[in-house]
T-cell receptor, first 116, second 111 residues
Framework: GAVVSQHPSRVICKSGTSVKIECRSL??????MFWYRQFPKQSLMLMAT?????????EQGVEKDKFLINHASLTLSTLTVTSAHPEDSSFYIC????????????FGSGTRLTVV | SQQGEEDPQALSIQEGENATMNCSYK?????LQWYRQNSGRGLVHLIL?????REKHSGRLRVTLDTSKKSSSLLITASRAADTASYFC???????????FGGGTRLMVKP
C-alpha cells in the first residue's frame, strides 16, 4: 500500500527560529499534497494544498509568508514554519494523493511542534 | 473550515459492546470517508462510501450514508480495547480534491 513518511515526528525550537517539516510519498507519485494543523482534542484543519511544480493554495486565515510550502518534486513537499512563536505549537499532518486517486489519501504520521 | 459535526464528541463503552458514531455535513459530496487516529499519530483510512451508496461493510465496521439528511454513521461491532482512538469523518466534494474533516469522536473501549 501507499506510504507517506513525515519527518521529524517531534521538534522543539526556540521562538524566532524556523522549522522545516518534510513529507515524502515513498511508493507513489504525489501530485497533490495537503497540510493540516491539529490542536489537542480537535479536528484537522486544512492549511494549504500544494500541487507539484506550482504555488500552494492557502486556506483563508493561513499566512502564506508564515507557513512556506514547497512541492518541488512528485515525492516531496515541505512545510517551513518561519519565525516560530509559541502559538504555532501544534500537531502538523501532511497527506498525499496520486494523480488518479488510486491510492486515495494517505497521511503522514504527523509532527508535534513545540515552540519555547 | 470543518464541513460538519460529529456526535458524540466522546464515547466510552465496555469491550464487546457496539459503538456508533454519527457525522453530519453541509454540502453535496462525492464521497465520505472515515479515518481513525491514535493519540499523537497520523490518520489511518478505514472505509470510503460513495454518494450513490447507502451502506458499506468492512470487517467489524459498518458505514451508512443518507445523502438526503447529509449524514453518515460508523458502527464498530464487538469493540475491543484496541479500538480506542479518535474517529473522524471526512468529505470530498465534487468540485475539488481536498478532504474536509468533521470534529471527531473520541472512543474509549474499556477492557
Amino acid at each position: 500500500g501507499a506510504v507517506v513518511s513525515q519527518h521529524p515526528s517531534r521538534v522543539i525550537c526556540k521562538s524566532g527560529t524556523s522549522v522545516k517539516i518534510e513529507c515524502r510519498s515513498l511508493d507513489f507519485q504525489a501530485t497533490t499534497m495537503f497540510w493540516y494543523r491539529q490542536f489537542p482534542k480537535q479536528s484537522l484543519m486544512l492549511m494549504a494544498t500544494s500541487n507539484e511544480g506550482s504555488k500552494a493554495t492557502y486556506e483563508q486565515g493561513v499566512e502564506k509568508d508564515k507557513f512556506l510550502i514547497n512541492h518541488a518534486s512528485l515525492t516531496l513537499s515541505t512545510l517551513t514554519v518561519t519565525s516560530a512563536h509559541p502559538e504555532d505549537s501544534s500537531f502538523y499532518i501532511c497527506s498525499a494523493r496520486d494523480y488518479q486517486g488510486y491510492y486515495g489519501y494517505t497521511f503522514g504520521s504527523g509532527t508535534r511542534l513545540t515552540v519555547v | 473550515s470543518q464541513q460538519g459535526e460529529e456526535d458524540p464528541q466522546a464515547l466510552s463503552i465496555q469491550e464487546g459492546e457496539n459503538a456508533t458514531m454519527n457525522c453530519s455535513y453541509k454540502t453535496s459530496i462525492n464521497n465520505l470517508q472515515w479515518y481513525r487516529q491514535n493519540s499523537g499519530r497520523g490518520l489511518v483510512h478505514l472505509i470510503l462510501i460513495r454518494s450513490n451508496e447507502r451502506e458499506k461493510h468492512s470487517g467489524r465496521l459498518r458505514v451508512t450514508l443518507d445523502t438526503s439528511k447529509k449524514s453518515s454513521s460508523l458502527l464498530i461491532t464487538a469493540s475491543r480495547a484496541a479500538d480506542t482512538a479518535s474517529y473522524f469523518c471526512a468529505t470530498r466534494n465534487n468540485a475539488g480534491n481536498m478532504l474536509t474533516f468533521g470534529g471527531g469522536t473520541r472512543l474509549m473501549v474499556k477492557p
